[in-house]
């Protein structure tokens, strides 16, 4: 009885995509379709599938009106947005300068400028249209400035990164004071379980001496009771005693006082000194590449892990020293000659 109401070819169309995972209304149209197609009653139709005999009738003229893009059109149209392009633009404008922290304050927002309603579901959704996601702000010093860390990256980083090697190296210097704690980070866990991680009171730290040669990425470090220019000065003496026929040896530093004091400014000044001292702008940490360094290994080894003795957590960094060969393939995609600078005054919250 097949062929009294579609072409052969719909026909076959219309049984592939039965067998496909479609929209269940153009199933059901389908569905009426292949069952007319075969000689069933519009009333048999209907019971057979829980419909109304209209309906049936109403997909039967679908076809023959439109054909197979009829069936299988969903001419749906979205509801006009609630507000409109300048109210959505005066929106947009009141964000960038607010930064609102939750839906629900855009929300009363709206409502209190434009008399609109908007549930925060529905606030939410109208806020990724707009090309706006929810994140923290990245927190940077008050008076840095991109302009100046720009004009050095082009001048003086990347000419020195460009010429280092064993002859002429280059060092990125600088410390880093983890904390004896617990320092919690996103990972994959049992959905419904809240997983705890132990901490200590955090008031008893390693201060630890770094610095990070550029042409071959390898590391000096050493532990200090406190950071100061003797520290400073005896780390500059073991990066010295590395290369005793290099010259210059470059190495950037901050504007720390143990960096710019008296006494270091003389060792840096004695006639037989081969280190070379090259000073950050001021507040651009950003750019001292032994900071991308510390935060790996803070990853490594302090996010989600639980040294319950001092002893333990001096351990730790002490393993990761010793095995820093293995995090090669790690750290070479990390220490790259790719800066971000900070202090942009368009990204700036008033």
């Known amino acids: 009885m097949a062929g009294l109401v579609l072409t052969a070819e719909d026909r076959a169309h219309f049984l592939q995509m039965m067998r496909r995972q479609i929209n269940s209304a153009v199933h059901r149209r389908m569905n009426v379709l292949l069952l007319l197609d075969d000689g069933w009653e519009p009333r ?3 019971a057979a599938l829980f419909l109304d005999e209209t309906t049936v009738s109403q997909h039967r003229h679908l076809y023959e009106r439109s054909g197979r893009s009829g069936v299988e059109g969903l001419p749906y149209g979205g509801r006009r947005a609630a507000l409109d392009d300048e109210q959505q633009k005066a929106l947009a404008a009141w964000i960038d300068e ?3 922290q939750t839906a629900k304050e855009v929300c009363m927002q709206v409502q209190a400028r434009f008399g609109v309603s908007y549930t925060a579901h529905a606030m939410a959704k109208l806020l990724r249209r707009l090309d706006f996601v929810h994140k923290r702000p990245k927190c940077v010093p008050a008076k840095a400035d991109e302009a100046a860390q720009r004009a050095f990256v082009a001048q003086t980083l990347l000419p020195l990164m460009q010429a280092a090697d064993e002859r002429s190296p280059l060092y990125f210097v600088d410390a880093t004071h983890p904390a004896h ?3 919690p980070a996103h990972g994959w866990m049992r959905k419904g379980i809240t997983r705890e991680l132990r901490s200590n009171h955090g008031r008893v730290h390693l201060n630890i001496n770094g610095a990070l040669c550029w042409h071959d990425r390898s590391i000096v ?4 009771e406190k950071i100061t220019s003797a520290a400073m000065i005896a780390l500059l003496e073991d990066i010295a005693a590395r290369h005793p026929s290099a010259s210059p040896i470059s190495v950037v530093i901050d504007n720390a006082k143990y960096n710019i004091s008296r006494e270091i400014k003389e060792w840096f000044g004695r006639e037989a000194c081969r280190i070379k001292p090259i000073y950050l702008p001021s507040y651009a940490p950003n750019l001292n ?5 510390w935060r790996f290994m803070k990853r490594k080894v302090l996010h989600n892990k639980y040294y319950p003795k ?3 957590f001096r351990a730790a960094f002490d393993a990761f020293f010793a095995t820093i060969g293995g995090w090669k393939a790690e750290l070479e995609t990390l220490l790259t000659p790719k800066f971000h600078f ?3 005054p368009a990204n700036g919250i008033p």
Do not use: K, N, S, Y
């Open 289 to 293: 590449m032994i900071e991308r360094f």
């Open 221 to 224: 470090h050493r532990q200090e």
């Open 342 to 344: 900070i202090g942009t």
């Open 181 to 183: 704690t617990g320092r």
């Open 98 to 100: 607010t930064v609102p």
């Open 44 to 46: 048999q139709i209907a």
């Open 310 to 312: 001092l002893a333990d």
